[in-house]
Structures are given as structure tokens and as C-alpha cells.
């Protein structure tokens, strides 16, 4: 079980459902932000190599 599964589990079986909800927000909205970030830095390094 990965962390991201087990601390979702664990805010909804305490009833924390504001935390819950923020919680799954955050990881969502950080991992599209590390592929919108990678992708830009990779076009960057394609760039100055061509």
C-alpha cells in the first residue's frame, strides 16, 4: 500500500473528511504540477541541445 493510499484510509476511517478531501486536492494538484514542470524543463534541455 503506498503512503498516499494509507493516509487516505486513515483520515477516512477517523472521519476527517475536510482532511481527506484536502489531502487527495494536494497530491493530485502536486503530481500534475511535477508533469507540467518536468515536461518544461525537458523542452528547455531539448532546446539547448538542437
Request: hydrophobic share 55%; aromatic share 4%.
Amino acid at each position: 500500500m503506498s503512503s498516499f493510499a494509507l493516509e487516505t484510509t486513515n483520515l477516512l476511517e477517523n472521519n476527517q473528511f475536510i482532511l481527506l478531501i484536502l489531502n487527495i486536492l494536494a497530491n493530485v494538484g502536486l503530481s500534475i504540477g511535477a508533469i507540467i514542470g518536468g515536461r518544461a524543463v525537458g523542452n528547455l534541455v531539448m532546446e539547448s541541445i538542437v
